[in-house]
């Protein structure tokens, strides 16, 4: 496959900026160019995957069937117990490093 040539101009200070980068880098400008156009192009394509993945919807998950019936049972238990014995149950669990919900 024969390689195409792409003709474009650069402002007299890019043409610098980017001349003096290809030097330190100890490459000819039109090497470094693309070098760098085809290393922030991989880097955008890799950006917008990590986006698309992202704006994904969340997987829907299946609710626990005991969810509702262990909702009911804790809050029969703390209107039997009191505010204070629940209180005193909620702390230990929070101690204990446990998520707790009021």
Not at 2 to 28: D, G, I, T
Request: hydrophobic letters at 40%; charged letters at 25%.
């Amino acid at each position: 496959m024969k390689p195409e040539h792409v003709h474009f101009r650069l402002s007299h200070e890019a043409w610098v900026r980017y001349s003096s980068q290809a030097q330190a880098h100890e490459m000819a400008l039109g090497s470094y160019l693309r070098l760098r156009l085809e290393q922030q192009d991989e880097f955008l394509a890799g950006e917008l995957a990590k986006l698309k993945l992202a704006a994904q919807p969340a997987p829907t998950t299946k609710p626990d069937p005991l969810a509702g019936s262990i909702l009911e049972i804790l809050m029969l238990l703390r209107g039997i117990v009191g505010p204070e014995k629940s209180r005193m149950a909620r702390k230990e669990a929070e101690r204990r490093g446990l998520i707790v919900v009021e």
